[in-house]
């Protein structure tokens, strides 16, 4: 009995130690563009504050969903590499403060013809113009 606690003790150790990065660093894996909740950053050169409303989106095989700080909306796209192609938005009309925002945000986002994940980060842009970044949110 006493060999086996050792024995398992051991085997967890040597686990453990294999997730282990070897400069004791832990190395961030990219995230999927599907499935991730991505939280708005930039709108253009314009920095989002972080806040209970924060606008968000989701994508998830050729649709998408979100939050624009006001609405919720939703929508269908098309990727193929690098390009995407955003198809008709659909929100609820409700009026709120950051409205400016919302609209800003969910036209840039139909605007988008090229997306790109940098680590954590996903980048909306058209052609070489960067028109919304949001950053993987941590769950």
Known sequence: ????????????????????????????????????????????????????????IKFDNGTFQGFGGCNQFNGGYSKEKDRIRVKQITSTKMYCEAMDTEQRFLSNLQRGTRIQILTDKLLVAEGEKPLLLFKAKKL
Not at 9 to 26: E, H
Not at 38 to 48: A, D, S, V
């Open 1 to 56: 009995m006493l060999f086996m606690k050792k024995a398992l003790i051991l085997a967890l150790f040597v686990t453990v130690s294999a997730c282990a990065s070897p400069d004791g660093q832990t190395e961030m894996a990219e995230p999927p563009m599907d499935g991730t909740i991505w939280m708005l950053k930039h709108i253009g050169n314009t920095e989002i504050a972080n806040s209970p409303t924060q606008p968000f």
